[in-house]
């Protein structure tokens, strides 16, 4: 089993919190993961990309080539279509809808959504709504761990757990939030 991730957004999103998570979760199922990132020109509003990879066996590079991901992953949907060359022709693209403009010619966002719609799998999910449901908006990336749960070849509980031990440093009602919108978005 082999299973491949590209996580984008914009810093400030917590895409290299999305990208431990999930890491996390998958070497508590006793899984391979290898993990690089790259960070943008500033620290909020930069470019974020990290590169996970999972598996059952060991794993040779850090970097996930071109043409062979099973999901990319976005905070940012401008971010997502940045990246959809890595996207195998069966993979998956999940991002949260809601655009950080950043950049004075941002595009239309329907016409971003429309580019998104083209590929076969594909999910926007509305993270910051189902995140304020859970009880706060800055809890928008664990929605978009839950919504992509099914996809990923990590248990639930694993990431949960996962979830749980970053987040517990906050405090016990920031961890349960961040657990309440996983499970929102998993929903």
Known sequence: MKFDVILAGVGGQGVLSLAAIIATGAMKDNLKVRQSEVHGMAQRGGAVLSHL???????????????????????????????????????????????????????????????????????????????KKAGSARAANMVIIGAVSKLLPVSKSSLKAAIEELFLSKGKEVAAVNIKAFELGAE
């Open 53 to 131: 990879r999972i598996s059952d066996s060991e794993i040779a590079s850090d970097l996930v080539p071109k043409g062979v991901a099973s999901l990319v992953l976005s905070m940012e949907p401008l971010e997502s279509l940045r990246y959809v060359d890595f996207l195998s022709p069966d993979g998956s693209i999940v991002t949260a809808a809601e655009p950080l403009v950043n950049i004075p010619n941002y595009p239309e966002m329907e016409t971003i959504y429309e580019k998104i719609r083209k590929f076969k799998n594909h999910k926007i999910v509305d993270s910051v709504a189902i995140a």
